[in-house]
């Protein structure tokens, strides 16, 4: 606590002076009380956690003829392209069949989640993502992220095709 220590009078004869007068505070009381409370917050503090989304991987089929192969009408493919470039199209790239048209879309509210929605009406929809080498990790993320809010089911990550870079690279976009 605090306390007050007084000079005591020397007693030598000649002039009397003031008595000097000195405070001393115990500082050990409020240190505690300092600590309490940091211990209090560190204790009561909810501690933020990561939020992971879940992916469920499909079991590898025992022989290959189990898989069915997708259809042109089912499918929708989403080329990731470098500099945050998304680019999708209706359908499979075949050899045999006509190039498809390569459309340019957005991340973001109104880009490709209106896409999704509007090929939703579909049942058997397979969407196809195809990120190239030179696109970013967050682009890959934000698909994933516009696959659960518009609750699509059924997506499927593949490596990108030489003819799926050759038709980003001649489509002028």
Do not use: C, H, W
């Not at 991340?107 to 579909?122: F, P, T």
């Not at 890959?140 to 992220?145: G, N, R």
């Amino acid at each position: 606590m605090a306390e007050i220590q007084q000079s005591a009078d020397s007693g030598k004869g000649g002039k009397k002076r003031a008595k000097k007068m000195s405070t001393k505070i115990d500082m050990t009381p409020m240190v505690d009380l300092a600590f309490l409370l940091l211990t209090f917050f560190m204790l009561t503090t909810t501690f933020s956690k990561p939020t992971v989304m879940e992916i469920n991987m499909p079991v590898k089929p025992k022989d290959e003829t189990e898989q069915s192969p997708i259809k042109a009408s089912n499918a929708l493919t989403l080329l990731l392209g470098e500099n945050n470039k998304l680019y999708y199209y209706n359908g499979l790239l075949a050899a045999d069949a006509p190039k498809p048209e390569l459309k340019l879309s957005s991340y973001d509210a109104n880009g490709i989640r209106k896409v999704l929605l509007q090929n939703k009406s579909n049942p058997n929809l397979v969407v196809l993502i195809k990120p190239d080498d030179k696109s970013n990790y967050k682009n890959m993320v934000d698909i994933l992220d516009e696959m659960n809010i518009t609750d699509l089911k059924k997506y499927a990550l593949v490596d990108i095709s030489k003819s799926d870079q050759d038709l980003i690279k001649t489509s002028g976009l």
